[in-house]
């Protein structure tokens, strides 16, 4: 049973446009949630994280949204740029233990 | 470049072979990671160490073998695996085990013939 879900695989967005990347999470523990970012042969790399004690986090393009009552989290970029185009992972972990991680949601930005 | 160094990028290797895997992180971390992506699935987590010491082992078969020699170094040995642990193995390090940030090297791709 998924814990993190990323219900959409993939999503294609024009360049300039909002990207709206969503994430959803079943135990009501998890307190602290990444987003990264995942090029083809390369490691996931660290984008933004929020704690549940704010409902925002923002980073220049990239804003992160918790909404706890619904166990929901989403990630916007804008504006998106063809560079943005990547796999994206969100991940939660609740009172310090290991993060579990979603599948994935694969974003192409088209120019 | 994220100051975690996997070797190497690429394995393809038979059954009966036994290889390595190695990771090194240049960030001062203690707890370092080995996790599992398989296609369309999410990362799974294999083995956790801190400090040197292995805290987690999820249920992992045997045929996986993890060294840690320091903070900074870490090993999988790999021994009669099967096609279906064909897969990118990532190694990833933090300043402490659970709930830290984690920093990804690019991944051992592995093929099992």
């Known amino acids: 049973d998924q814990q993190v879900k990323q219900n959409s695989p993939s999503l294609s967005v024009q360049e300039g446009r909002i990207s709206i990347l969503n994430c959803d999470y079943t135990?009501?523990?998890?307190?602290?949630f990444l987003w990264y970012k995942k090029y083809p042969a390369e490691g996931p790399t660290f984008l933004i994280s929020?704690?549940?004690?704010?409902d925002k986090n923002e980073d220049g393009r990239f804003t992160v949204f918790l909404n706890k009552s619904a166990k929901h989290l989403s990630l916007h970029i804008v504006p998106s740029q063809p560079g943005d185009s990547a796999v994206y992972f969100c991940?939660?972990?609740?009172?310090?233990?290991?993060?579990?991680f979603g599948p994935g949601t694969r974003l192409s930005v088209l120019p | 470049e994220t100051g975690v160094t996997q070797t190497p990028r690429h394995l393809v290797m038979g059954m009966t072979n036994k290889k390595s895997l190695k990771c090194e992180q240049h960030?001062?971390?203690?707890?370092m990671y080995w996790y599992k992506q398989s296609a369309k699935k999410p990362l799974e987590l294999m083995f956790v160490?801190?400090?040197?010491?292995?805290?987690e082992n999820n249920s992992v078969p045997s045929r996986f073998s993890p060294e840690c020699p320091n903070s900074s170094h870490l090993f999988l040995h790999l021994h009669t695996l099967q096609p279906e642990d064909s897969a990118l193995y990532l190694c990833?390090?933090?300043?402490?085990?659970?709930?830290?940030?984690?920093?990804f090297g690019s991944g051992t791709q592995l093929s099992v013939l």
């Open positions: 135990n009501s523990m998890f307190d602290y």
């Open positions: 960030l001062g971390h203690n707890a």
């Open positions: 929020i704690s549940s004690i704010k």
């Open positions: 990833a390090s933090s300043q402490a085990a659970r709930g830290e940030k984690l920093f």
């Open positions: 160490y801190n400090f040197k010491e292995q805290t």
């Open positions: 991940a939660a972990s609740g009172y310090g233990q290991n993060f579990v």
